[in-house]
């Protein structure tokens, strides 16, 4: 296998409602990619995409609606759809590209336009559930993910001030992200007071629906020479896919997570991720589950939650996790939410993240989770 690394990314604003057509919206993070790493459309041999539900755009295989806007024609265009995991997937997809030794150069692109289905995005995911036992309970995601966030809180005796203190932190550091939707200054007690959904889910325990996308290049070793002095090398990517079932699992804990990390560590050389990693970007699209998979990315059940009560998970703290705001802060455009924690670990590892910036940071880890408690895709990058 060849080494892999980052040599450019672009994403655009994430917008509740964006301004711009998919096709658009993929233009621009993809010239934004381009212009980062001095490459141009010709240089491009292949392109990995990534984009949830085709109902959200309105289109049926919505990845090739945005061929002409990245110039696609003529090459191979492959498309990554495994709902929240699709960002790190799409990594996860562009490094085989590139390690087979398949390609030098290939452009990655995920991105989301969840403002069409309106009022809200919510209705669309109905139909993905076991239509035997489950939709004549009518669930709906939030439904779901109260059950699992109830059990996870049950098994460690967490209290809802303890997790609300994710919102806290992720919208605070979002602050300092220039593309993101939701930084903000609030408390634990703004939280608290939010509407109750799901109890125990407060409403702002959840990231917002978002527009938006993200392009990164990846190129081989001899490549990235010629193309930078600051690659971001892709060492390890690990990928596991759990039972649909999840009602037969114990939610406490996302084995499947766990399962990937250990793929993506032991390519990396990675055996202790406590001391050896230095930037955490876990999937957070609720509070709970930043910890929830924490602790898988960790390997140890119930530690995410103490490290966070100790302040060792705020930007400064000993683990900075989620310095980019996350998806609480930065929004949450489902494919593209992915990637985007890919390309903070690209700025970050690269020195470049600007007010965000982790000092002394050379080793990160990303991870997305997706579809029915069942999708751990993970990536670790070194300087």
């Given at each position: 296998m060849r080494r892999v690394a980052i040599v450019g990314a672009g994403m655009t604003f994430f917008r509740s409602m964006l301004p711009m057509s998919p096709q658009e919206m993929v233009y621009e993070a993809v010239r934004k990619c381009l212009d980062d790493s001095g490459l141009s459309h010709k240089d491009v041999e292949a392109v990995v995409t990534g984009s949830a539900p085709d109902a959200f755009d309105?289109?049926?295989?919505?990845?090739?609606?945005?061929?002409?806007?990245?110039?696609?024609?003529?090459?191979?265009?492959?498309?990554?759809?495994?709902?929240?995991g699709t960002g790190v997937g799409v990594a996860v997809a562009g490094w085989w590209h590139v390690a087979s030794g398949v390609f030098d150069r290939v452009l990655l692109v995920a991105w989301e336009k969840m403002s069409h289905p309106y009022p809200h995005a919510q209705p669309l995911f109905k139909t993905?559930?076991?239509?035997?036992?489950?939709?004549?309970?009518?669930?709906?995601?939030?439904?779901i993910f109260a059950l699992e966030m109830r059990r996870y809180m049950e098994a460690h005796r967490l209290d809802k001030e303890l997790v609300a203190e994710v919102a806290v932190k992720n919208k605070g550091n979002a602050l300092d992200h220039p593309y993101a939707q939701l930084g903000a200054k609030i408390t634990v007690e703004d939280v608290l007071k939010s509407p109750v959904l799901v109890w125990p889910v407060n409403r702002l325990d959840i990231s917002p629906t978002s527009d938006g996308a993200v392009a990164l290049m990846l190129a081989s070793e001899e490549e990235a020479k010629k193309i930078t002095d600051t690659p971001v090398w892709l060492d390890g990517v690990g990928a596991c896919l759990d039972s649909q079932y999840w009602t037969n699992r114990d939610l406490?804990?996302?084995?499947?997570?766990?399962?990937?990390?250990?793929?993506?560590?032991?390519?990396?050389?990675?055996?202790?991720?406590l001391k050896e990693i230095d930037i955490f970007e876990p999937?957070?699209?609720?509070?709970?589950?930043e910890l929830h998979h924490l602790d898988a990315l960790l390997g140890?059940?119930?530690?995410?939650?103490?490290?966070?009560?100790?302040?060792?998970?705020?930007?400064?703290?000993?683990?900075?996790?989620?310095?980019?705001?996350?998806?609480?802060g930065v929004g949450n455009p489902i494919a593209a939410a992915g990637l985007m924690k890919v390309a903070e670990l690209y700025w970050q590892l690269s020195g470049r993240a600007g007010r965000r910036q982790v000092p002394n940071a050379y080793v990160g880890v990303a991870q997305a989770w997706g579809d029915l408690m069942q999708v751990g895709q993970v990536v670790v990058c070194r300087a």
């Open positions: 309105g289109y049926h295989h919505k990845g090739s609606i945005a061929v002409e806007s990245f110039a696609g024609f003529g090459m191979p265009v492959s498309r990554v759809y495994v709902g929240g993905i559930f076991e239509p035997v036992l489950e939709q004549p309970l009518g669930p709906n995601l939030i439904w406490a804990y996302p084995y499947y997570v766990y399962l990937a990390a250990q793929q993506a560590y032991k390519m990396a050389g990675i055996t202790n991720p999937y957070d699209p609720f509070t709970y589950k140890k059940p119930g530690l995410a939650p103490r490290l966070l009560a100790e302040g060792q998970l705020a930007r400064d703290g000993d683990h900075p996790t989620c310095p980019s705001g996350g998806l609480l």
